[in-house]
């Protein structure tokens, strides 16, 4: 199995997690980050003092995958991602040696 | 007449609990919008109480209450320029120094043209905003609180001023406001959404409210705030203000239940963002009528209001248009049903001594009130819609694409409202 | 009497600061719970201002202040039923218009039942609540509020109009409320408190308040409107309100100072919730005898019922009750200690003109309060116990454990309170 | 003189409006630090409230208000120890209780002192802020409001009670406090943050605004609150009271404008905090002034005044003291500004009835003006950098480096301020 | 060595945190998430309008080991997490090729 | 390519980026987490009863680096995460099959 890393841009989260449920995959764990990158960050002002601020504001989806599944998730992911704007983001690929259902106690693909 | 301290005392906090409510509006408006517009919805409100105290000063203030300048349409605009006039000791408004009823009169006119915000959110360039403020209190507000507020006095040599049409030749009861703010700011919320369209994912992204507590603070400091708008509107500390006040409490009051009752019926769940609407459309029902009905009357006029608004605030989705935080469903709706009640539930027993269509006072009443409501709602309507357009066609009324996705407080207002996280300020910030 | 404008003016601001007292007790309460309970713990509040305003319009205010039934203990829930017969001219209370005194007192009802919220934090069912509230006011806080608040009057005819054992026959001091208010609101949380038992997790988990800035602002609120509360019981704006309201600073800033200092001797940390508590345990303890001590005597008063307060709080998690919000902690503590210093601290230089213990007047005022004080205590207490579990028997009081823990707030009210992270409304919500 | 109802009631609420610009100030102050500061922040106003509270009542009032001790430098400390004798029925100041009139002065003292909080944000020991408060009270306030507000009186057998110097033989203008609380607070600022130096990471790191909403309530509660204290600086509820009102709101507005314009033209933006900051900046400038001239005037002072100051609080980083909330650039040089160009924009048409330079009136009032400015300057200036820096040579000012860096809410107060995160309450904690 | 990774209630955090420090686990680091699976969302209601909220809040329990003690662990946080019912979380295991103590500079087993 | 993720103290992550920076990684990815280990948590104090919170502010670093950069990477984070004291944190390095920059669709190291 592998895990399937994606950093997007925040508008971007229900246009992914809609393609992926219509791909047929059943689960993902989403969390907040901040990225960094060649996009330019923002300028904010308080009382005349500028501030850059360089972390933007990005979303982090995990899905764990079947190995066959890959290529397929990655891709899904990357098209409904796409603004073809700078800042969209990565989407990069973990080996995982073992996955396990917390409620059933089931492992491997099962437990997906 | 002399001064009154009492009177003068009661005038005085009112007039602060009126400043009070722009803030509760915009803390009632800020809360409901999501954590990157909360500025900007913010601003809005409190850009009014900077604009529009400057403009009433000038002019504004002579506009609506100075000499009519023919059909009881307008007062002339320079009578009292500057307001420098009517600070010397023997300018007596009834028994209170008129410094102080031309300030009180002042925060109706911010508050307003604030409500109009609401239709708006997250989507309208911040100086064109100011310029509709501006150009919007004195093609509409003041004409019509003119029309609504300003009863024909006597000179000093003993002849009639003639004041408004409304107040004066139609003799509409409207005691604080329901035509000349809430169905006036509530059709022009209206006309203001047409103008600039939908927000992106309208109808289909979710726009939840981003802080509750914040709402619910809006609201209290509102209900808190509507005792000066309301009891104070007697510019008097007496028999007439005690009942206005109660009759407001009574129908927020009921109107409050009336509408978390059909968001038990209908959802299955009543909510905190429900009990805010419906305290807001019970103070709002209750403005015009509150000197006119009874504790009963008023109880029933703000929980039907309310029980309407609850189920007309959804109408905007099935009508197609976005006013985002539903100042038509709440401030048209009640503000129509408050004003055109008053000839239903009018009893002479009130201070305002007119009996109404339910106490057997015909249907007189009911037909001033009625004329009166869409007298000012459709000036309001089309003057709004062509002051929009205008600013729409020429210096553009909406932000881009792009900074109403990012979010409207960092595009215009360079600034975001909070930074809250474990890490907080950590989150990239430099001293440039 | 005459209507007088300024006491008029002093009483409708005052009835205004009591109104704004409930959503800043919400805020207070709010702030103490975790995120995911703040609104239902905000709504217990504000519910309070939409079912009591209709029940003390309906018959309230005649069942506190109608013609007594007998024996001091309940006015005619019939005399004033829908208080339209006090909006006319003529009626008047003292200087005031009754139907600004029947607003005041309608205030106070509405704060005493939302006082007792606190004490169910994250684990009532809504609909009991309300239930509750509808018959604690009726069966509990009407006649205990005329037991305190209703003098003996004169009828038209000139015939005594008798009103509460406690004012009256038993002549204890209570000018504001610690016992009808305080003591009352204090043992009925204990009572109701027993009734539903502990919050899963209590004792265990850490509870710990989710947002102190909204805690310190509910504080602040609390403060500015209890000078209605105190203040505007003198009914008038004379020498009186103004002791009493020199009075209430000075014994809650002597409170917040003190419970600060226990907690600096005994954690090692002087905390800004135990500043807000300060100023409420204060703010409870002058109550009853704001009338009757002079500046020092407030201080002691507001400085040994805040350091017994500091000290008292912890005992829940001894004796195993979840008082979760400290009510019996603070109202019930202060609400005692402030009624029943009145005997040691009272002196007859101040406006109620009663020598106390400390000052040379003996025990019979002191045995006075402590008559009072525990006649309220124990008829609240049973009475409180007798209706909680007969609700709890029937419709059940307490929301199922898995809605507990997943939070109130979307179980009850299907709402979430913030929603500020920085892809804030992203985190999955459709419109359906 | 006799008890007037209708003054009293102005000045009763007044009196509740100034207490609550304290915590006004502690939201305004607390939402501009981080998050890991914001109780710290607010707990240095809010302990103001109890440790002044509680001074005043002692001796404060009496150094104030008590018989002069010689040259109108400082009033006797015992005369009215306790407030004790001030309670009764009889003791009047001029229409109104002395019971409220201490307690409006209180106000004054409380809030000056919490107002120089905000230049020593994050980095203060709460013992020793205490213990500053207490002495800078004695040693600064309570003489410079003898000089500025005690005006000379009569006595029992009609002789002349002299007051304060400045109030009376040099006859300054300071209607509300420009130079006793404005001047003073602003400049004693400066003293206390050079004596503590600057934040770590001061330059560098952003120190952004944690709750911009939070600032916004902040502005919002002492703009309504700043009514009781210039129209309430009437001591009654009259004409002067109203123009005051009108000047008050009116210099705000147009600050708040000319804030916004400002950055507009300079940074691009309009933001929230720039009107929250210009709404302040206004308030401070037309304090002294706001008796003295017209509603034409109060908008060229509060715009004026306003500009300047958004020009000013940068001066800080070139200057390199970290006057980390701006409390110079808003407080010292607002207020003088507004004190000063009393001397400009008076007109005899105002209540204070004298003429300033712009109004034909010379320049005497302008000299007047600026002796009493620079004489409290100087004075505060000195004796706040001697209280200040006897204190940090002492038991020390400042916490340690880590205490900072970690967070002072925690290290001070063991408190964290939200716990807001969706999995909230369950980052860590345990009743232990 | 592994990097055990586990999404789980947040209810559950306490539990399987005392669980892991018994076990003899010294460390962990613990981030918000929200998750997405067979577990239904709620649905939330605003002025009438009903949404339906599908990402359910949710606790990241990241914890490095030796490898020998991997199945001990994973079994650990499953155990103590588990309530039965749907939305438990997973955990899964991942390889770790090098470790390092920011403060000491170990690095291997010695910096965990 | 590798995935170096580093917790470290909130207060140093402006130097960790700086230093990043400086060293010529292009991007990261920034995120909130709080830690458990060897630093003693702190206590707080409500209405008298005190709670330990065990659970201290950290923030997560992730950065994508070809393998030959590791190394380089791993010494800079280290180095500018130091404070010498407890909780300065951990890095620790896994393995990645494949990295996509979303805009692009480019991928391996030009994604990165
Ligand atoms: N080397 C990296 N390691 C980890 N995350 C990265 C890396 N480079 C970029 N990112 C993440 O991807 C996001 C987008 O990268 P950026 O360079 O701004 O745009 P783009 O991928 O379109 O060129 C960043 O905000 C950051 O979160
Ligand atoms: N394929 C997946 N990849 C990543 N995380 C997943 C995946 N499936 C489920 N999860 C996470 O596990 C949580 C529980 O999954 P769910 O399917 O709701 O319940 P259960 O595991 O009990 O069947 C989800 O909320 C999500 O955070
Ligand atoms: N075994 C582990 N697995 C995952 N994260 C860990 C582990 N041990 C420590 N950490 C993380 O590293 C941080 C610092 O660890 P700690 O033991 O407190 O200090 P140090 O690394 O200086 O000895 C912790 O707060 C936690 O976030």
């Known amino acids: ?112 | 007449m002399e001064i009154l301290a009492g009177d003068t005392a009661w005038m005085l906090i009112s007039t602060a609990l009126v400043l009070l409510m722009t803030p509760g509006l915009a803390m009632f408006y800020g809360g409901m919008v999501r954590a990157k517009g909360v500025l900007n919805m913010m601003m809005m409100s409190f850009i009014s109480m900077g604009v529009v105290s400057v403009i009433w000063t000038l002019y504004g203030y002579s506009m609506t209450f100075g000499k009519d300048l023919g059909g009881g349409l307008v007062g002339s605009p320079t009578e009292f320029f500057g307001l420098t006039t009517i600070i010397s000791e023997d300018s007596v408004f009834g028994t209170i120094p008129t410094s102080v009823f031309a300030a009180f009169q002042m925060m109706f006119a911010i508050l307003t043209v604030a409500l109009i915000s609401g239709a708006i959110a997250d989507r309208a360039k911040f100086g064109s905003w100011i310029l509709f403020v501006i150009i919007w209190v004195t093609i509409v507000y003041f004409p019509v609180a003119h029309w609504v507020f300003d009863f024909d006095g006597v000179d000093e040599n003993g002849n009639v001023d003639p004041g408004g049409w409304i107040a004066n030749d139609l003799a509409a009861i409207d005691f604080a406001g329901g035509t000349a703010v809430h169905i006036n700011a509530g059709i022009a919320a209206l006309a203001i959404a047409l103008v600039l369209g939908k927000r992106v994912g309208f109808g289909r992204e979710p726009f939840k409210p981003h802080n509750l507590t914040l709402v619910m603070l809006g609201a209290a400091l509102l209900w808190f705030g509507w005792f000066g708008f309301n009891a104070g509107s007697a510019i008097a500390a007496n028999a007439t203000a005690g009942v206005v006040f109660l009759n407001t409490v009574v129908a927020t009051g009921a109107a409050m239940v009336a509408w978390l009752l059909v968001e038990r019926i209908r959802n299955g769940h009543a909510t905190s963002l429900g009990a805010a609407s419906g305290i807001v459309a019970g103070l709002v029902a209750i403005t015009p009528a509150c000197s006119a009905v009874d504790p009963l009357g008023a109880m029933a006029i703000g929980a039907i209001a309310s029980a309407v608004c609850a189920l007309a605030v959804s109408l905007k989705y099935k009508l197609g248009y976005d006013d985002s935080l539903d100042v038509v469903g709440l401030h048209l709706v009640a503000g129509l049903i408050g004003s055109i009640f008053v000839g239903l539930f009018a009893t002479a027993a009130a201070p305002a001594g007119v009996d109404g269509l339910f106490y057997g006072g015909g249907s007189d009443q009911l037909v001033k009130q009625i004329i009166a409501s869409f007298a000012v709602l459709a000036y309001s309507f089309i003057a709004t819609y062509i002051i929009a357009k205008a600013i729409d066609m020429t210096i553009g009324f909406r932000v881009k694409e792009d900074a109403e996705v990012t979010g409207i407080d960092l595009a215009v207002h360079a600034e975001s409202s909070y930074e809250i996280g474990s890490q907080g300020a950590n989150r990239g910030g430099y001293a440039s």
């Open chain 1, 1 to 112: 199995m592998k895990l399937i890393t994606a950093i997007v841009k925040p508008a971007k989260l229900e246009e992914v997690k809609s393609a992926l449920s219509s791909h047929g995959v059943a689960g993902m764990t989403v969390s907040e980050a901040s990225g960094f990158g060649r996009q330019r960050g923002h300028t904010e002002v308080y009382r005349g003092t500028e501030y850059t601020v360089d972390l933007i504001a990005k979303v982090r989806i995990e899905v764990i995958v079947d190995d066959k599944d890959v290529d397929g998730v990655v891709s899904v992911i990357s098209t409904a991602a796409s603004t073809g704007s700078v800042g969209d983001g990565k989407v990069w690929v973990t080996p995982v040696e073992s996955v396990i259902r917390v409620r059933t106690g089931e492992s491997g693909v099962d437990a997906i």
